[in-house]
């Protein structure tokens, strides 16, 4: 099923961010994304040192399989020409109400807002194709991304035969999602 078309404006200093729906016609703005992130950041996300995606992933992750999948995409427009600066995805998992979600954002992004603000617009998508808990596969060493998700109240699942990940979940109730503030 297509994704639901969603749109969501934020300030970043000053640039404006818009985030939206991953289209089948962002191949290219996705490519140079991940093409553009550091050897770091494309470990951290991809769990694997990657340089760029294989057609199958770049296949895969530009056509969204709604409501199991959802994919949103923050980008900036410069010089006429839209640039992908992050992506945050779920995919659900085995439970019907459970989804794995994984977020990247352009290294000179991070820090931002521009992660958080994704994170929660895909919440929204996640609560309105009925899933109340979201989970986060991180490296042990992806000490970035462990706070990013235990400020948002994300919690440490308890794993027992990898220690080079940290499982994190959090489930949520109708549009409750811990920011921290009340």
Same mark, same amino acid.
Not at 35 to 59: C, D, G, V, W
Not at 76 to 103: K, Q
């Given at each position: ?19 939206? *729906?991953?289209?089948?016609?962002? @191949? %290219? =703005?996705? #490519?140079?994304?991940?093409?553009? &992130? ?22 895969h992750f530009t056509n969204v399989n709604y409501p199991d ?7 900036? *427009?410069?010089?006429?020409?839209? @640039? %992908? =600066?992050? #992506?945050?995805?779920?995919?659900? &998992? ?40 979201l989970k986060a596969t991180v490296l042990s060493e992806n000490r970035r991304m462990y ?36």
């Open positions: 099923m297509k994704a639901p078309e969603f749109h969501d404006t934020i300030t970043v200093g000053d640039t404006e961010v818009q985030i939206r *729906t991953m289209h089948p016609q962002d @191949r %290219e =703005i996705e #490519v140079q994304f991940v093409r553009n &992130l550091s050897p770091q950041s494309r470990y951290y996300r991809f769990h694997a040192a990657i340089k760029e995606l294989t057609p199958s992933m770049l296949e999948e959802m994919a949103l995409i923050a980008t900036v *427009t410069e010089d006429g020409v839209e @640039r %992908e =600066i992050g #992506v945050a995805r779920y995919v659900r &998992l085995d439970s019907p109400v459970t989804a794995e979600f994984a977020i990247v954002v352009a290294d000179e992004f991070q820090g931002k807002g521009v992660g958080t603000r994704l994170l929660l617009d895909l919440r929204s998508c996640a609560i309105a194709a009925g899933i109340t808990d706070e990013f998700c235990r400020k948002l109240g994300f919690e440490v699942e308890p794993r027992h035969n990898d220690y080079s990940t940290v499982e994190l979940g959090k489930h949520f109730e109708g549009t409750r999602f811990a920011t921290g503030r009340k």
